[in-house]
């Protein structure tokens, strides 16, 4: 659960609709921003760029195989 260091709001992970809405973004969104607001500059970059590399890699891994 993310948690804010300097307001101290604790924010619940956003729950998405199946169809993947407008509103979702701005779910997903807000929920990225408490997660990074209070972090310094070199921490947020490390944190998106962790997440980037998952992702990635998770999209590699659905990739269909060549034969």
């Given at each position: 659960m993310?948690?804010?260091r300097r307001s101290g709001i604790i924010m619940e992970?956003?729950?998405l609709?199946?169809?993947f809405?407008?509103?979702d973004i701005?779910?997903?969104r807000e929920?990225?921003?408490y997660l990074t607001k209070d972090m310094e500059p070199q921490e947020r970059r490390s944190y998106y760029y962790e997440r980037g590399?998952?992702?990635l890699k998770e999209m590699e891994e659905r990739k269909p195989q060549k034969m």
């Open positions: 993310p948690y804010s992970k956003p729950i609709s199946p169809d809405t407008v509103d701005h779910k997903l929920y990225n921003y590399r998952a992702f």
